[in-house]
């Protein structure tokens, strides 16, 4: 498992170079409002709903006193207002209970394991949310896997896997040191522009030589390459 791993992310960084990180890690609280933010819809608009939360409240402690209905309002654009601004609700007022404040530093001291399993304790936190404040906020060696990570993993052959958080568990078993970020970015570039759901572009893969995919399309040549934007790499 690790050495394909490595020889993927070869691949994709000889074709798509490696991915833009921020010098600076953003807070693991920025990062877990920002992933719940993110979920189910684009990257510009997610960013657009974190940059008014932030511009109209200006810290969490503000946010977590304001009404529900006013986060939502403010969140609008990144779609599922409701029920995202129910969860950064109750995250916010958890943590609060359970701290007396809405720092989260400490779990920049805690074991991979613990951390997870600390974040998905809250309400509305799953695996992918939790492991992203793992690698973009707290740097660890751990690859989050959303629907493009499963799919092109699966297409690959790395995995045999029915869901998202079955995959994350299979890799990040013992995942490589340093490259999680450059994988887990280029994954999902790569299931994004040409490797997509439908029309899938084998002709022009990157990882085609080593994909096992038994219905694979070498004729269509096409590429998206519009949305290389990454919301947890600007929080
Ligand atoms: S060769 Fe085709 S199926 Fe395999 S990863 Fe590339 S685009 Fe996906």
């Not at 920025?30 to 940059?51: C, E, P, V, W």
């Not at 995995?159 to 568990?169: I, R």
């Not at 096992?212 to 269509?220: C, Y």
Request: glycine residues 4%; proline residues 4%.
């Amino acid at each position: 498992m690790q050495n394909k791993i490595l020889e993927i992310n070869k691949l994709l960084l000889s074709f798509f170079c490696k991915p833009y990180r921020a010098e600076k890690f953003p807070e693991p609280i920025d990062m877990l409002i920002g992933t719940i933010l993110s979920q189910n819809t684009n990257d510009k608009n997610s960013y657009r709903a974190y940059k008014n939360l932030k511009i109209k409240f200006t810290n969490w402690e503000k946010v977590q006193k304001a009404r529900r209905s006013t986060i939502e309002k403010e969140i609008k654009v990144a779609g599922l207002a409701l029920q995202k601004s129910t969860t950064i609700k109750t995250v916010l007022n958890e943590l609060f209970k359970r701290n007396g404040n809405l720092n989260m530093d400490f779990i920049k001291d805690m074991e991979e394991n613990d951390a997870l399993e600390y974040l998905i304790s809250f309400k509305g936190v799953g695996v992918k949310t939790a492991s992203c404040v793992l690698l973009f906020s707290l740097n660890k060696d751990i690859c989050p896997v959303d629907t493009h990570l499963h799919r092109t993993l699966n297409r690959i052959g790395l995995v045999n896997t029915k869901t998202p958080d079955k995959t994350f568990f299979a890799i990040n078993k013992n995942f490589p040191p340093k490259i999680a970020h450059s994988f887990h970015t280029n994954l999902i570039r790569l299931g994004r522009e040409i490797c997509k759901p439908k029309g899938y572009s084998c002709g022009v893969c990157p990882t085609e030589k080593i994909c096992n995919f038994n219905e694979k399309n070498i004729e269509r040549v096409s590429r998206n390459s519009e949305r290389a934007f990454m919301l947890l790499d600007h929080i």
